[in-house]
């Protein structure tokens, strides 16, 4: 004769605490930028996903601080360097339609080059093998980053430079690169840089707090940059996003950014082929805008940013889709760290 067990909700929930036993507890993620956000080191938003499952975002700290307006995880922040990873792919996208060639020289797109530049091809700039010295190394970019400059005109002002080394012979990071492929997406598209961003991959792929920034925009939950020092928190040094083109320019959200990793690197805007391009490493581990570790299958692929008042870190891991994406609208140095952390605590 069959046996009648009452099962009352203590009885239940006994077994559910028995289960998460056996699972393990959930990870800590709070428990590591807390700490950083306590000691005044990080104030921004993060977010861990995998696949499309968000497993933790969270925003700390203030957007903006003399008005007590705090950050949320939909706040648009600068991103920096981050942007060059869609530089590159803007360039990719008029590879595919046959109005690039990635193994041609730049002089193709560029009246009266220098004579340095002959041997410059289009694949040298954004691996950062071309040898163009980095204008934001000169002696007088402090005092002229406040100033409006289009990528023509900051063009003028390395091009007449020596180069650092013969193209494709060794790698070093360089901006100018990336200006220079902004310059060429216009002159190719007939467009501007930022119109044909926002056509062809933050419309495409529905980015829909992703842009190229500029101080006159109207920018609803725009964080604002702030600097540390010994006498504390300040406003961070103004600088025209205008000659951050191609290789800083852009402001996005931690959420639009999960999105824009997962297209790229799930093959949702460039074919295998480019992509297979995009991410091979060359000196430095240097991709097209990225840095790839591992190896395939295994990688890591990922970029930071940085720009004056802001810090950021965005990283991929290929083996389960892993998206860890940091922002802060701070000038601190712990970002790289913090995603390195949150996406070991995900393994």
Not at 61 to 86: C, H, M, Y
Request: aromatic fraction near 8%; hydrophobic fraction near 40%; charge should be neutral.
């Amino acid at each position: 004769m069959a046996q009648h067990i009452r099962v009352t909700r203590r009885t239940l929930l006994a077994l559910a605490g028995s289960e998460f036993a056996c699972r393990g507890a959930e990870p800590d993620y709070d428990g590591i930028v807390r700490p950083l956000v306590d000691r005044g080191e990080f104030m921004g938003a993060v977010l861990v996903s995998r696949g499309e499952q968000i497993a933790f975002e969270k925003a700390y700290g203030f957007a903006d601080l003399e008005w007590n307006v705090p950050n949320t995880v939909g706040g648009k922040f600068r991103i920096g360097s981050i942007s060059k990873q869609f530089t590159a792919a803007c360039i990719l996208i008029l590879v595919a339609a046959n109005k690039l060639g990635l193994d041609a020289p730049i002089t193709t797109w560029i009246a009266n080059p220098p004579e340095a530049w002959k041997e410059v091809t289009l694949h040298h700039l954004p691996t950062q093998t071309s040898g163009i010295p980095d204008f934001l190394g000169f002696s007088d970019f402090q005092m002229k980053k406040a100033l409006p400059s289009s990528p023509s005109e900051t063009i003028l002002r390395f091009r007449d430079r020596p180069l650092e080394f013969r193209p494709g012979t060794e790698g070093q990071y360089s901006n100018s690169g990336y200006v220079l492929l902004a310059y060429i997406i216009e002159q190719v598209s007939g467009e501007t840089f930022a119109s044909f961003l926002g056509k062809h991959i933050v419309s495409r792929i529905g980015l829909r707090d992703t842009g190229v920034d500029t101080h006159r925009a109207l920018l609803p939950h725009r964080a604002r940059g702030y600097i540390r020092s010994q006498q504390g928190l300040g406003n961070a040094d103004y600088i025209d996003m205008s000659i951050a083109t191609g290789g800083g320019s852009l402001y996005s959200t931690v959420e639009d950014l999960r999105r824009w990793t997962l297209t790229l690197h799930g093959g949702g805007l460039v074919d295998r082929a480019l992509y297979q391009r995009m991410t091979t490493p060359t000196y430095h581990n240097y991709g097209y805008g990225l840095e790839i570790r591992g190896q395939v299958g295994e990688r890591i692929i990922s970029h930071p940013g940085g720009m004056e008042g802001f810090a950021a870190s965005l990283q991929f891991r290929e083996r389960d889709r892993l998206v860890t994406a940091v922002l802060a609208n701070l000038n601190t140095n712990v970002v790289g760290r913090l995603a390195n952390q949150l996406a070991g605590l995900a393994a």
